[in-house]
Structures are given as structure tokens and as C-alpha cells.
């Protein structure tokens, strides 16, 4: 059984700043990639930043380049993103992903129970 929980959520003024965290626990073999998505209603699930177990820069989304870090994969298989310069437009809650294999030959997609955030003044 594989969980991820995420904390960090909230309500912050439009150029405040928050930290999510996520954290995968149970029966993990290895940590392929970690990320976040974001839904606001009405909208799709859009990928907001990524980073594989390899570490190097992330992948984000254009909109939050410059204000979001995706943090490495740390050895309590937790990862963090921290999100600068917020703007209502970034009101959506805020899913935590991770590819990961529970054996050497079985991996799959596994995904937090979501968290709330909200940018408004």
C-alpha cells in the first residue's frame, strides 16, 4: 500500500507565498518522479512541476516559472514546492503525483488526496 500526503494548503494575499509538502510512504521499491497538478473548477488537471529522482532544475508549467521550486526528492521520499509571488489565478487545489515502483518490475501512478489553495486578497 502506497500513500501520499500532502500538507501546506491555505488562504494567502495575492504576492504572498506558501509551501506545499507531499510525502510518499508504504511499499516502495524506488522513486521514479514526483510533481504537482492543479485543478480550479471548471479546468482541467494541469501539470504545475516535476522533478524525477535524478534531481536537476524540474519541469514546470509556463505560467509559474520564476515563481514556483520543486524541490529534489529527499531521502524521507518527500518533496516540496514552494510557490513565490502567488496570484489569484493560481486558486486551484493542488495535487501531489508520484511514479514509483513497488517491486523492480511493477511501477505505477499514485496521487495525494489534494490540497486547497487559495490567492485572494
Known amino acids: 500500500q502506497v500513500q501520499l500526503v500532502e500538507s501546506g494548503g491555505g488562504l494567502v494575499q495575492p504576492g504572498g507565498s506558501l509551501r506545499l509538502s507531499c510525502a510518499a510512504s508504504?511499499?516502495?521499491?524506488?522513486?521514479?518522479?514526483m510533481g504537482w497538478y492543479r485543478q480550479a473548477p471548471g479546468n482541467q488537471r494541469e501539470l504545475v512541476a516535476a522533478i524525477t529522482s535524478g534531481g536537476g532544475g524540474g519541469n514546470y508549467a509556463d505560467s509559474v516559472k520564476g515563481r514556483f521550486t520543486i524541490s529534489g526528492i529527499n531521502s524521507k521520499n518527500t518533496t516540496y514546492l514552494q510557490m513565490n509571488s502567488l496570484k489569484p489565478e493560481d486558486t486551484a487545489v493542488y495535487y501531489c503525483?508520484?511514479?514509483?515502483?513497488?517491486?523492480?518490475?511493477?511501477?505505477?501512478?499514485?496521487w495525494g488526496q489534494g490540497t486547497q489553495v487559495t490567492v485572494s486578497s
Open positions: 503525483y508520484a511514479i514509483l515502483q513497488i517491486s523492480p518490475l511493477r511501477r505505477g501512478n499514485y
Open positions: 508504504g511499499s516502495i521499491f524506488r522513486i521514479n518522479t
